[in-house]
């Protein structure tokens, strides 16, 4: 069982549209993390959120963590072929020491 | 670029064998995360280290040691390699805070026959 369930996990759309992932959890987190990966490569951090009701917004990518820090959201405009990648939210349960992951979202985005 | 190198990039290995990974950093971080990446699993933590010789164990850490002798090295050993430990492994780091994310390096693919 995931502790950090992503949704969905697979999403393949047409250049242009708009899309969400979300991140949705039982438990409680002092900060939320997503992060893109490329095929052959690690993640690469996007965004880290830390206060409840928190919105970052990273150009075309809108990030929001749940009022009560137990779900996130990551919200693409108008996708591009270059946003495609693998998604992953990842939760900071103890303050500092160790991130779980989600298993993470497979996004396409054909021209 | 973050200075994460982990070597090898690919590996075949017999099962029963050992097999010994190695992440090497150049930022000086302190903390240093192995994680093993399967489909529909995302990342799971095996093993991490808080500091030169402290470590402690992650959620998937059976089979697994680890040692880390110097701040920028961190050796992840399979001590005798099954088949459920193909997968994909990387290293990460972090400075200090967790807001400020992890560091990954570009993994290892192993492969156990």
């Known amino acids: 069982t995931q502790l950090l369930e992503q949704s969905p996990q697979f999403l393949s759309i047409q250049e242009g549209e708009n899309l969400t992932v979300y991140c949705n959890s039982s438990s409680v987190f002092s900060s939320l993390q997503w992060y893109r990966q490329e095929p052959g490569e690690g993640p690469v951090l996007l965004v880290t959120v830390v206060t409840g009701g928190e919105v970052k917004k990273l150009k075309r990518l809108t990030f929001q963590f749940g009022d009560a820090r137990k779900d996130s959201s990551l919200h693409i405009t108008a996708a591009q072929p270059g946003d495609t990648g693998l998604y992953l939210c990842a939760g900071d349960m103890e303050y500092g020491n160790k991130l779980v992951f989600g298993a993470g979202t497979i996004l396409r985005v054909k021209s | 670029d973050a200075g994460i190198t982990q070597s090898p990039r690919h590996k075949v290995t017999e099962t029963g064998t050992p097999v010994t990974l190695r992440c090497h950093q150049t930022e000086n971080h302190r903390y240093m995360y192995w994680y093993r990446q399967d489909p529909g699993h995302g990342l799971r933590l095996i093993h991490y280290s808080y500091g030169v010789k402290d470590t402690d164990k992650g959620e998937v850490s059976d089979g697994y040691s680890v040692s880390r002798s110097k701040t920028e090295d961190f050796l992840l050993t399979l001590e005798s390699a099954t088949s459920s430990q193909t997968s994909v492994y990387f290293c990460?780091?972090?400075?200090?805070?967790?807001?400020?994310?992890?560091?990954f390096g570009s993994g290892t693919r192993l492969t156990v026959v």
């Open positions: 990460a780091t972090r400075t200090g805070s967790t807001n400020y994310g992890y560091t």
